[in-house]
Structure formats: C-alpha cells, structure tokens
C-alpha cells in the first residue's frame, strides 16, 4: 500500500452494524500493510480538537522561565520539555527541533498501583493555565473510547478472545506528548522529530493544518497522511505489531516543518499497564524473531535513554529510533 486509507469507524459502535464487518477488514488492511490510517466517525467533536489546540498554543506561549520551574526531571518524566533537549535515544544525531510537556495516565499521590510501579503518578500541570488539566483530560477520556474500539476491531481481525488486547489497558501506561515545532528554514538539516517507529501500542492524533508528518511506504519513499478535518490519523506501533506476531506494521515516520508556520500537534500513545507482558498471540510471521517485552520495564527505558548521556544495555528492548 503506498497510500493512507481514510476510514469511517462509526460501525464499531455496534457489533450487529451491517458494516461492522467491513470496516474491521479496511482496519486490518491498512494495519498490516503501511500500519498507518485515518479514521473518521469517533465521535470526538472538532470543536473540541481546535479547544485542545489552542490550549498547547497557550502552554507553549508561557515565559521560558516558568517552563522551566515546571521541566520534566530524571526522577519524573512529567512537565515542559526545552527545545532541542533530547537527541535520538540512541544518542546519535542533532537534537530533535521541538519543545514539548510531556503528560502521563494521571494517578493520585496515593493511588494503590503508584506501589506497584513508581511510573505512575500525578501530572505537572501548567499554574498560569488552571483549565489545561480539564481540557487535556476530557479530551484523552474520548480517545481511551477511541482507542477500545480499535482494539477491539483487531481482536476481531486477529481472531484472537474478545478483551485479549483491551484488557492490557485498565490502569494504562497511556500517555501524551503535547509538542511545538518551530518552523525550519528550507535548507536546515535536521527533522521536528527524527524517523523513528513508535513504541508503544497504537498512537492518535489529531494532525496539524500545518503539515509536516511524513510516513515511509514500504517501497521506502515518503508520503503525507490526506486526514479530514476533525478526523485522526492513527498508527501502529512496536508493542501490536509483536503481540501480533508481525502481522500488524509499526511503520516510520518523521517530523520536518518547512512551512514557515508555528506547528502543534498533541498525540496520544496507547500504552497496556506495566505489569503486561507483551508476546506474540499468534505464531510467528516467517522472520519476524522478537522477544517478550515486559511494558512497565520497556517504557521505564524509553523514559531513562531519553536523557544523552544515557546508553542502552544489554536488556533494553528497542526502542524506534531509526537512521537514516
């Protein structure tokens, strides 16, 4: 497949939907084949989508100085991000050109599972802006409902038990990057977000009228998602293509804003709970050789080899970053 196919997924409200059938095997063909789709019929209203955006524009529009008093740290992967901080996790390469506030599935100071996994834990919510938290939060509620549909959608085209995929995501290591990209001039090296495959399970987002999210076919050239307004494009990633034994692609993409405009974008990472151990359900594809993954021990690396002088060791699982 060398395009992104756009498809309604309103008939996966309702299993006896004439078309449920048909949209689950659209789903399964764009999965396991650019692993890339776009998808209309979630039910997410687009005033709401330009509501989220304009709230990252505000947190972004905050003084550097209060940024930083609220920057993520070695201890807690939460908060504001600076602007060229992190290079690729392997550590090669120039510095990604983005600013970011990174959030993850919110937990109370107490919440008993912050005892079973020291991941988990409240957010770093912007002061100047109180209704950010809101906002954010309503909006990741209604894609957690996108994204159950989606999995279930994929039991169905895997053929494995119902829930054998959503019951991966109760206490979630879900999380999301709210991102600014600032333009780049055309003859500057370097990407937004360098060409890398995501690691988590299936991300959702919501694509910038700006552009720049440019996907690799499997003939290795690169193309731009077509996503309606109000639609998601949604993406494959490293954890369903291994419980999926390869059949479902984690595909690369890569950032460059060349538009000359301020970019923001707000995706969201579907991540199982950490305790799940993410293996094959079905047997193999022919070459595809990958181990077991424990999720609490694969993000906790991701998080750490985030940092430069950080590098990865023996029991690292891989970690998406691509070169060119």
């Known amino acids: 497949m060398e395009h992104i196919p ?12 004439p078309q449920f059938q048909a949209t689950v095997a659209e789903i399964m063909d764009a999965c396991t084949s650019i692993g890339f789709l776009s998808i209309t019929g979630t039910g997410v209203a687009p005033d709401q989508i330009d509501q989220v955006r304009g709230c990252v524009r505000a947190i972004f529009d905050i003084k550097e100085a209060s940024k930083w008093d609220q920057a993520i740290t070695r ?7 600076p602007l060229g901080f992190f290079t690729p996790n392997d550590g090669s390469g120039t ?5 970011g506030y990174k959030l993850h599935f919110e937990a109370a100071e107490d919440a008993p599972i912050r005892v079973e996994c020291a991941l988990y834990g409240p957010n770093i919510w912007p002061r100047e802006l109180p209704q950010a938290r809101d906002v954010i939060l309503d909006y990741w509620r209604q894609l957690d409902q996108v994204t159950d549909l989606l999995l ?14 959503r019951d991966a995501f109760r206490d979630p290591m879900t999380n999301m990057t709210l991102l600014h990209y600032p333009p780049q001039a055309p003859d500057e090296d370097g990407y937004g977000i360098h060409p890398h495959k995501d690691t988590d399970a299936l991300t959702i987002i919501a694509p910038d009228p700006v552009g720049g999210l440019e996907v690799q076919t499997r003939t290795e050239g690169w193309i731009t998602p077509d996503c309606p307004l109000g639609g998601f494009v949604v993406n494959i990633g490293d ?4 419980w999926s034994g390869g059949r479902l692609k984690s595909t690369p993409h890569r950032v460059v804003n060349r538009s000359g405009n301020e970019r923001y974008s707000f ?38 080899t985030n940092w430069p002088d950080e590098t990865v060791v023996k029991d690292t699982p891989e970690l998406g970053t691509l070169h060119d």
């Open 6 to 17: 756009t498809i309604d997924i309103s008939p996966l409200a309702d299993p006896s939907d």
């Open 75 to 81: 201890e807690n992967y939460r908060g504001f991000i």
């Open 95 to 99: 510095a990604d050109k983005y600013e």
């Open 152 to 165: 279930g959608a994929l039991e169905v085209g895997l053929a494995v038990q119902p829930n054998t995929l």
């Open 239 to 242: 954890m369903l293509e291994l």
């Open 267 to 304: 995706p969201y990472f579907a991540v199982p709970r950490h305790d799940v151990l993410v293996a094959p359900l079905l047997p193999a594809l022919p070459g595809f050789d990958r181990p077991a993954v424990h999720c609490g021990h694969w993000s906790a690396e991701i998080w750490r």
